[in-house]
Nanobody
Framework: QVQLVESGGGLVQAGGSLRLSCAASGRYTMGWFRQAPGKEREFVGA????????SYADSVKGRFTISRDNAKNTVYLQMNSLKLEDTAVYYC????????????????????WGQGTQVTVSS
């Protein structure tokens, strides 16, 4: 089975940065999602196994960067210029197939999930 383990969450001031890591076994498209209190889980970004393609939600575009180091079986989410509204539990996900698309922004389309890591942005 696929095991996904997130790390790197914590407390950071608005305008600061955090780097999340997801240890991920297997050759899968990887995604990052987040869920704030009282809100549904939302798409943050995705990256192909090759790293050749990435996609981001409009809310994080230009601030967050997804990358991966396949030699280390690790996917990263570099979060810069953090805002209060970025506060959420962040999850990594893996998916082997998404029909005609290489990823999906819909949580239900993904096969495997990590346990989540809390990111709290303070003022």
């Amino acid at each position: 089975q696929v095991q996904l383990v997130e790390s790197g969450g914590g407390l950071v001031q608005a305008g600061g940065s955090l780097r999340l890591s997801c240890a991920a076994s297997g050759r899968y498209t990887m995604g990052w999602f987040r869920q704030a209190p009282g809100k549904e889980r939302e798409f943050v970004g995705a990256i192909k196994w090759s790293g050749g393609s990435t996609s981001y939600a409009d809310s994080v575009k230009g601030r967050f960067t997804i990358s991966r180091d396949n030699a280390k079986n690790t996917v990263y989410l570099q979060m810069n210029s953090l805002k209060l509204e970025d506060t959420a539990v962040y999850y990594c996900a893996a998916g082997p197939r998404f029909g005609s698309s290489w990823y999906s922004p819909t949580p239900a389309a993904w096969s495997y999930w990590g346990q989540g890591t809390q990111v709290t942005v303070s003022s």
